[in-house]
T-cell receptor, first 115, second 113 residues
Framework: NAGVTQTPKFRILKIGQSMTLQCAQD?????MYWYRQDPGMGLKLIYY???????DKGEVPNGYNVSRSTTEDFPLRLELAAPSQTSVYFC??????????????FGPGTRLTVL | GENVEQHPSTLSVQEGDSAVIKCTYS??????FPWYKQELGKRPQLIID?????GEKKDQRIAVTLNKTAKHFSLHITETQPEDSAVYFC????????????FGTGTRLQVTL
């Protein structure tokens, strides 16, 4: 298994440009998440999904959009990029077992700079 | 919503000493508390977790304790080694909320020779 994969690894955007960060997992996980990590800070949840066709906002959703058309893929869309969106973006997935919790597996991250 | 505070922000210990990182949470409904280790430029990786039905869990040199009454939990690393140097994050989650995690701000641990 490749686990959670993310593309691209690095990207520089100009203010106002748009882009899509790709995330895929091959572990048949229902739950997927997008986090951002600003320098020296913890991770903040942007959006999450509990299954194909179902998405919901996290703590910091403004300026982002997501879709979940398949179990495997969970792309994050940035519209009208702003310098405040400069960050490292991590995608994660987990497989809930009933009411118990399972580990969230993280992708390698995408380092985004908006100039 | 949940708020997780983590202390200290930086911690320097000598090789072989113990390190303790503490976190507090605000939502009494939180019942899952994982700890992640993040090496420079790498992804966070789970090192240990604890559920609210236990007070302590140990895995070799790493242990986590939970005090539900006081709403705090701690990570203990014994016999520290240089490879323990990294940023450690605590997190909390509430059952029934899609396993969403609220993270602390991280502790940078430096193990010196």
């Amino acid at each position: 298994n490749a686990g959670v994969t993310q593309t691209p690894k690095f990207r520089i955007l100009k203010i106002g440009q748009s882009m899509t960060l790709q995330c895929a997992q091959d572990m048949n996980h229902n739950y997927m998440y997008w986090y951002r990590q600003d320098p020296g800070m913890g991770l903040k949840l942007i959006y999450y999904s509990v299954g194909a066709g179902i998405t919901d906002k996290g703590e910091v959703p403004n300026g982002y959009n997501v879709s979940r058309s398949t179990t495997e893929d969970f792309p994050l869309r940035l519209e009208l990029a702003a310098p405040s969106q400069t960050s490292v973006y991590f995608c994660a997935s987990s497989y809930p077992t009933g009411l118990s919790y399972n580990e969230q597996f993280f992708g390698p991250g995408t380092r985004l700079t908006v100039l | 919503g949940e708020n997780v505070e983590q202390h200290p922000s930086t911690l320097s210990v000598q090789e072989g000493d113990s390190a303790v990182i503490k976190c507090t949470y605000s939502d009494s409904a939180s019942n899952y508390f994982p700890w992640y280790k993040q090496e420079l430029g790498k992804r966070p990786q789970l090192i240990i977790d604890i559920r609210s039905n236990v007070g302590e869990k140990k895995d070799q040199r790493i242990a986590v304790t939970l005090n539900k009454t006081a709403k705090h939990f701690s990570l203990h690393i014994t016999e520290t080694q240089p490879e323990d140097s990294a940023v450690y994050f605590c997190a909390a989650s509430v059952r029934g909320t899609a396993s969403k995690l609220t993270f602390g701000t991280g502790t940078r641990l430096q193990v010196t020779l």
